[in-house]
């Protein structure tokens, strides 16, 4: 059997991809390892309970790909408003911290607004910008200061990366982490002042089925998925791929969205030392645990950060604050997500330290609250951004792309990147590979 284009992975990048070659009329074949397509884009059913796999929520900067996305097929999409909080010193401030201080105790807001002030002078007349910074730690030192980096940037993202942070490098970032303005700094100290700050701050989401609804959607009319099928091996020189279901398939053109490590393994002529080099690619795994209450929302955040050591999870939320059809009128949904890098952690012993942190914050009063729980697992959730990455993933992505492979998605390119990146990106493959 041979194809024009092979699309190995369907998840969002994947779907996309097929989405526009069915629509050029290019011949194709994706294959899907799960009996359905979406990867971690996906949504879990509890009696009358909605969990995702972890948060996902539609942000677009891009007119031209809302609209598109919008244009779907049956999918109902509605905007919805972000609340987000940090949960520190025993209390919540407005997100994002580095410009939100009030309400924060007197020494630490101090602490906090001072540094940033500090930090902000040495740029200006020192020449000590936040860009020249080889490492994470270091540009956010430079970016906000020496306290609001000790009390929060450091200790959540080292939670939330289980890496060293003077090791990480800063080309992740990009507009995930809001860098504000010396007058929102100042006002932040000084009232509550929800702010707008980010990329998230109103978000799109489907109405009355979770996120799964998007991949579903892209699905709708896409004759050539074989689901519950994996590719097994590629042999790039012969542009030939064998199937779990024992087929062998050659193709004009690849588009692969499997983590670029994965592909690498199984690329039987891929040269040992990219080989190598690949096996030195990290990223960072979320088990997250789902929990449907038997009471109305316990807080009125869509999701709350908790940079302090004591909590297993570096940010948990309430879905239903923010998607009220995620759980019954006399319930609600809470998401607690505990990152993780070597083994998968034990979930019960997990389960019981979580409850009894929520218990401590107020957010369930007893176990008794608790009338469903659902816990879910996305290894390598979070790729690591440091220098091995920095130097391997261009020449790999440069060799596949010499036999014919264009990669994809978040782990196809080995970013970390947003679900518009994924759409922007596999639409984009097509119009690469329908070209030659």
Same mark, same amino acid.
Request: hydrophobic share 35%; net charge positive.
């Given at each position: 059997m041979r194809v024009p284009v092979l699309?190995?992975?369907?998840?969002?990048?994947?779907?996309?991809?097929?989405r526009e070659l069915q629509a050029a009329q290019v011949p194709y074949l994706l294959v899907e390892r799960e009996a359905e397509p979406g990867g971690l884009c996906r949504s879990v059913r +509890?009696? @009358?309970?909605?969990?995702?796999?972890?948060?996902?929520?539609?942000?677009?900067?891009?007119?031209?790909?809302?609209?598109?996305?919008? +244009?779907? @097929?049956?999918l109902r999409l509605k905007e919805r408003r972000r609340h987000a909080a940090i949960y520190s010193r025993g209390g919540y401030s407005e997100y994002p911290y580095q410009e939100n201080t009030y309400g924060l105790p007197t020494a630490t807001a101090r602490e906090n607004l001072l540094g940033y002030l500090e930090a902000a002078l040495q740029t200006r007349f020192h020449g000590k910008d936040a860009a020249e910074a080889e490492d994470f730690l270091e540009w956010s030192r430079r970016a906000f200061g020496l306290g609001i980096t000790k009390n929060f940037m450091e200790p959540y993202n080292a939670k939330l990366w289980k890496f060293p942070l003077d090791r990480l490098t800063t080309h992740w970032m990009g507009r995930f982490v809001p860098r504000p303005q010396v007058k929102a700094v100042v006002e932040g100290a000084l009232r509550v002042r929800p702010s707008a700050a980010g990329y998230n701050a109103t978000f799109l989401y489907p109405e009355g089925d979770g996120i799964q609804a998007l991949p579903r959607a892209l699905a709708q009319g896409l004759p050539n998925l074989a689901c519950g099928t994996a590719l097994r091996s590629l042999d790039l020189g012969r542009r030939e791929a064998r199937l779990s279901n024992g087929a062998r398939v050659g193709y004009d053109r690849l588009v692969s969205t499997l983590p670029l490590p994965t592909l690498a393994a199984l690329t039987e002529d891929l040269p040992a030392p990219l080989r190598r080099q690949a096996r030195g690619l990290k990223a960072t795994s979320v088990v997250s645990l789902n929990y449907g209450l038997r009471r109305p929302d316990p807080v009125p955040y869509s999701w709350v950060y908790f940079p302090e050591p004591r909590f297993d999870f570096h940010r948990a939320g309430c879905l239903s604050a923010c998607v009220a059809e995620s759980a019954p009128k006399s319930g609600s949904t809470l998401y607690v997500e505990v990152s993780y890098r070597g083994p998968k952690p034990d979930v019960r012993a997990l389960g019981r330290r979580v409850l009894g942190s929520l218990k401590s914050i107020g957010w369930i009063k007893s176990e008794r609250d608790v009338a469903v729980r659902v816990d879910l697992d996305l290894p390598g959730a979070y790729v690591v951004y440091d220098a091995h990455r920095e130097k391997t993933v261009p020449g790999l992505l440069a060799h596949f792309r010499s036999g014919g492979v264009e990669s994809a998605g978040r782990w196809g390119l080995w970013e970390y990147g947003s679900m518009e990146s994924a759409l922007e990106q596999g639409r984009q493959a097509a119009v690469r590979v329908r070209g030659r």
């Open positions: 699309i190995a992975g369907g998840g969002l990048a994947g779907l996309a991809c097929a +509890s009696g @009358p309970y909605t969990f995702d796999y972890t948060g996902h929520f539609l942000h677009f900067k891009n007119p031209r790909t809302r609209s598109w996305v919008q +244009s779907l @097929p049956g």
